[in-house]
């Protein structure tokens, strides 16, 4: 399965509710996994994110579905990175001659 990696800030509504913040991830990793997918991890950053999630989706049409629901409930803004691991970015190269 493809794998995702989601940046992702509070917006002013997450942070004055911050305290919410492990109630609201639990939603998210149910809906993700109702969506065929699933978090691999979460981490709280300091720095430019406040959050960074690692997870896997059957597809882009899933991360695309999963992201447009988190930003529709209002507590973060998020970044999406499709990840290649080692081994098919070894292959891209190697494909390039």
Do not use: C, H
Request: zero cysteines.
């Amino acid at each position: 399965m493809p794998t995702y990696i989601m940046l992702a800030n509070w917006t002013d509504q997450g942070a004055q509710k911050v305290k919410d913040s492990p109630r609201r991830l639990e939603t998210a990793k149910k809906a993700l996994v109702d969506m065929g997918g699933e978090f691999k991890s979460v981490y709280m950053t300091m720095g430019e994110y406040d959050l960074i999630a690692i997870y896997e989706a059957p597809d882009d049409a899933v991360v695309a579905r999963f992201t447009l629901l988190l930003g529709s409930l209002g507590s973060v803004r998020t970044k999406t990175l499709k990840a290649f691991p080692e081994a098919a970015y070894r292959e891209i190269i190697a494909s390039l001659g």
